[in-house]
């Protein structure tokens, strides 16, 4: 009876244990093996890799200029959103509601299409007009701004990172806020109590603590970012997705080069949760 | 130590001078028309029922709550809505929590050494220097180096007064320091608070520990229903309470 119970019981454990081992990690480390085994045995997915290599440049280029952006952009944008001042709360305000409700896809053809033409051509307006009260030459780089033929245009990678930029810059301005938010009242009174000003009270007391919190959201929100930055593709910017469709779309190997376009996204995205996770765990043993 | 607070004769100038405070919230009258002097090395409690508004008054004082009317002096500075007095203020006056909102990513002493250096502006050899000195004096010198939470309640509270008179502070206010801790750990914090009443600081200390104010107290601010009921000596307040409110007050809590 004793013994049964036991066995039972046992079986229970050994199965929770199964259950629990990170099986999802084992099979995409098995698919990873598998894949680089046949990049060295197959010469198309050699071929591929050696055609997605600067692509994936572009993505990781794309991706951490953009981020650092967006986080710099994040901060200032949620200390604007705790803001008693309601006219930068107002402001951070409408940016972030603004940013959030419009899909990235449209964000980034809006800042392309609209924003950028229009910044140009109201920084050519100046330039035209100094030149023609004779403050510039004719040919001043202002009034040339947009000249593809001098090579002054504003490159399309440029136009992407601005949109990625602006569009996370309200994402992480959200995380940046509840961060703040969730660093209790008594803190600020405390910091205050001493003779701190706010700024002095926000960079020595209340900012130190909110960052330790958002560190995860903050890198999962790199993830989707190296995720996303695939859409900058739309507009031509050589990245790993626009690479794999050039390569597939003349060669018409679809299945082995989107296997390999997901390949790399998975091998980074992967790696990269995995270190938010292990974040996560140090900083919840840490206490606050 | 029995004195007259409307002697016209004290030589002691008043340090801190409401005239007329009036905190709402919403509807709530928290303080309701409140005069009060304070004068220098004065030891002054404030009881009084819960919602009383003895937290608010106190917080007033250093403008953590901005009043809804009346006016404040400290130390000779009209407190307007000016953030530049305001801070000046703060600056000398000393507050301690109840829940001792110590910083928890700072050890003991950057906690101390922190406004020392950034609001007085003190070099970090002096801060550190007068953080030893403010630990020893409130007997915990060995604890420099360890983070708040490695701490016990009643020597978090000692750090915070430590954080606090490290600022050189003219007037220290206390809202209810012992409340958050552990019968055990509450004498403790009292005995250094009652060897900054003999060493002559001024404080004004909300609590409900009336042995305190027995012992350290010139002066027992009775607070009900945002007014001040009562002010005169421990002594008689607890002998003698003139009003009815004072007496059922006292009559729950002796
Ligand atoms: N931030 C606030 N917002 C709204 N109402 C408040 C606020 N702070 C205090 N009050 C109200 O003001 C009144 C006085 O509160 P206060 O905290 O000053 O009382 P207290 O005498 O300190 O009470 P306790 O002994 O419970 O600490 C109460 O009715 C309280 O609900
Ligand atoms: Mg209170």
Same mark, same amino acid.
């Given at each position: ?42 010469? %198309? ?28 952009? =994040?901060?200032? %944008? ?11 709360? *107002? ?22 299409? !609209? ?8 920084? *050519? ?52 806020? /509840? ?20 700024? +002095? ?13 958002? @560190? ?21 910017? +050589? ?21 390999? $376009? ?27 | ?92 006056? =000393?507050? !301690?929590?109840? +829940? ?27 801060? !550190? ?8 004096? !409130? ?22 007064? /430590? ?17 958050? @801790? ?22 004004? $200390?909300?609590?409900?520990?009336? =042995? ?43």
């Amino acid at each position: 009876m004793n013994d049964t119970r036991n066995s039972a019981s046992t079986q229970v454990r050994l199965t929770n244990t199964l259950a629990g081992l990170p099986w999802w990690l084992l099979i995409v480390t098995l698919a990873g093996l598998f894949m680089i085994y046949s990049f060295y045995t197959d010469k %198309t997915y050699n071929s591929i890799f050696g055609f997605l290599k600067a692509g994936l440049i572009v993505t990781m280029r794309v991706t951490f200029i953009s981020y650092a952006i967006a986080i710099t952009l =994040g901060l200032l %944008t949620g200390l604007g959103r705790v803001s008693k001042n309601p006219i930068i709360y *107002n402001v951070a305000t409408l940016y972030v509601q603004v940013m959030r409700g419009l899909p990235i896809l449209v964000t980034i053809l809006y800042v392309s299409f !609209v924003i950028t033409p229009w910044l140009m051509a109201q920084i *050519n307006w100046v330039g035209v007009s100094l030149a023609n009260i004779n403050l510039l030459s004719p040919d001043n780089v202002l009034a040339k701004l947009g000249d593809r033929s001098a090579g002054l245009n504003v490159d399309f990678e440029v136009r992407a990172i601005a949109a990625l930029s602006i569009s996370y810059g309200a994402f992480s301005a959200e995380i940046f806020r /509840a961060g703040i938010e969730s660093i209790g009242r008594g803190q600020m009174e405390a910091a205050r109590s001493l003779g701190m000003n706010y700024f +002095q009270a926000m960079r020595h007391v209340i900012l130190p603590q909110a960052i330790r919190r958002v @560190l995860p959201p903050l890198g999962n929100d790199f993830i989707a970012m190296l995720k996303e930055s695939s859409l900058v593709s739309v507009l031509g910017v +050589q990245d790993i997705t626009q690479l794999g469709r050039l390569y597939s779309a003349s060669s018409f190997e679809y299945l082995k080069t989107y296997n390999m $376009v997901a390949l790399m996204y998975l091998i980074m995205t992967v790696i990269l949760s995995l270190g938010v996770k292990i974040t996560e765990k140090r900083l919840s043993t840490d206490g606050f | 130590m029995a004195f007259n607070i409307d002697n016209k004769d004290d030589k002691k100038e008043s340090i801190i001078i409401i005239k007329n405070l009036d905190k709402h919230f919403g509807r709530v009258k928290a303080v309701n028309n409140v005069s009060l002097e304070i004068k220098t090395g004065q030891v002054v409690v404030i009881i009084g029922p819960s919602g009383s508004g003895k937290s608010t008054l106190l917080r007033c004082i250093n403008y953590l709550e901005t009043p809804s009317g009346g006016d404040i002096w400290v130390d000779g500075i009209h407190l307007t809505r000016k953030s530049k007095d305001i801070n000046t203020v703060r600056r000398e006056v =000393g507050m !301690v929590f109840q +829940q001792f909102n110590l910083f928890p990513h700072l050890t003991v002493l950057e906690n101390i050494i922190l406004a020392q250096t950034v609001v007085r502006q003190r070099s970090q050899n002096e801060a !550190v220097e007068m953080a030893r000195k403010q630990l020893a004096r !409130v007997g915990i010198p060995e604890k420099a180096n360890v983070y708040p939470e490695q701490l016990s309640g009643g020597q978090q509270q000692r750090v915070a007064i /430590a954080r606090a008179l490290a600022m050189n502070p003219k007037v220290m206010l206390f809202d209810e320091p012992t409340s958050a @801790l552990d019968p055990e750990m509450i004498k403790e914090v009292l005995e250094v608070m009652l060897n900054l009443a003999k060493e002559g600081m001024t404080m004004v $200390v909300v609590t409900h520990e009336m =042995g305190f104010a027995k012992n350290a107290a010139d002066r027992i601010i009775f607070m009900d229903g945002g007014s001040v009921i009562e002010d005169t000596i421990p002594s008689e307040l607890f002998t003698d309470p003139k009003h009815s409110r004072t007496k059922m007050f006292l009559s729950k809590i002796l």
